[in-house]
């Protein structure tokens, strides 16, 4: 059988856009692992905050917020972006930053920040208030979408890693380590960390994504961390940390050049974190319990691709997701569809341009640097 699409990884991007192609085509999902979401999409830190990933990200993460509360993903949280004397430039900035970009941010002093989050040290005086951040239930949106997909028709092939691609008549031809072969008429590069490889499987130039490794640790604190902390960010990106079941989710932030794989936290990153959160709250740490890293994938402009090469419209680019995957899954699945099946926009995402996402934009300018 020759399938329409064949949309490499599982993860969240994977599975959502499947689920979005499903009541127009056939689909193949191929998955390396065992199960899906193995990689970044089962390490997230589980947050929708309306500001992360900077200004170019808002519109898609604006978009998905409706339908991710529609089907009850979200728990309101609150956010604070966090700040010293010294920094009163950098919150300043970052108001500017997202003027007249959607979002719902305020300024707050000293004596609010403490109302939210007693913990907080002396010297953190200033914050940023984002009322509508909230916590993502990650696992069941990503089940949602892969029964979304079930229900439409989408195969899902796990232990099915990609080895070979290549073009024949109608489409490609897809090589798996386990020996089996299928054949699709489009490939969807979706890959998260393995962007670059695919695209150097099928022969079409790398765009440059880099895996990042982002540690995170869970810290049993004392006083036990209260079930309405707001998520808690440093301004200048040292830090963030928010509450689960009593227990804080700590990371110093941290973005670490690394090859894609089954990335571990290292002893270092874990030190940096719980320094840098002593130097900003007053918890006591009873105990370091679990530890995770992941990694979160970038294009060199920190945007997501999503489109069709532009030297071979039979391969789509649909990576890049960086730290914001879960947070813009609705509405990027949704765009990545409409653009893979030539549909129109819709009210999810109308007021999102698609050309900001399009892998045009680096090879337009790497062919003008040739010429
Ligand atoms: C610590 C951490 C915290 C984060 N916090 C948040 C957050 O709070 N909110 C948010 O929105 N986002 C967050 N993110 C980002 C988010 O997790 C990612 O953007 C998202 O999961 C990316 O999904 P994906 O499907 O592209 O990648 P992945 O989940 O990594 O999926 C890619 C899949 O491709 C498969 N694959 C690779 N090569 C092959 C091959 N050759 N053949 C077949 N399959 C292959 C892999 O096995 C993998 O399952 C965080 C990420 C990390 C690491």
Redesign the pocket.
Known sequence: MTYDFAV????????SLAAELAPHARVLL????DA??????????????EC?GGPGVVPLTLASGPYLAEHGFLTTRGALYVGRAEDRGALDDFIATFAGTGVTIDRLGREALVRHVPQMREAWCDAIHEPACAD?D?AGLHQHYLSAGRRGGVELACR????GLERVAGGWRIR?EGGTDYRAARIVN?????AD??AA?AGIAPLGIRPL????VQLRVDPPAPADLPLVLDVNGGFYFKPDGGRLWL?PHDEIPDE?GDVAPEELDVAVAIDRFESAADWRIAAVERR??????FAPDRLPVYGPDPADAGFFW??G?????????PAAARLGAQLALGLGPDAMTRAIDPAAYSPARFKARSTAHTA
């Open positions: 490499i990884g599982a993860g969240m991007a994977e599975a191929l998955e390396a692992e899906p979401g193995y990689h970044a999409t089962g390490r997230s830190a589980a947050f929708w905050e992360y993502i990650v099915a890693r990609v080895s798996t979706a890959a998260g960390a393995w490889r695919i499987l490794r982002r540690t995170v990371s894609p995770w890293a992941g990694l979160r994938s649909f990576a997701q960086g730290g914001f995957g879960i947070q813009t899954a």
